[in-house]
């Protein structure tokens, strides 16, 4: 019996090989244009199967968001001449966190139940 506190996973190696197996082939039958939604589908299933202290993540990035983010930080890397790509990986890691959440963390602590 798992307790309230315990941080887990319950996806399995299977399931994990499946989902890189759909993403890196959608990735590339369309020349890398389905990366963002292989990125999302990939992390939604991911949070699906991540407790932290007994609460399941869930993600909530839109495919069509990612993909204008990686459009507009694209375009500033051409502008800067290169320069913002060194910014790129710390901005796709923070747009990723803003869209995952923990399930019942706000509820608990803050008593909005």
Known sequence: ???HNDS???GTLLEYFGILLICVLAGFFTFGLAAPWAFCYREKWVAKHTYIEGHQLHFVGKTIDLWLSL???TIFSILTLGLYSFVVPIRFQQWRIKNTY???Y???YYGTE
């Open 1 to 3: 019996m798992r307790h």
């Open 8 to 10: 887990y996973f319950t």
């Open 71 to 73: 459009l507009k930080w």
């Open 102 to 104: 923990v399930y019942g």
């Open 106 to 108: 706000w509820d608990e």
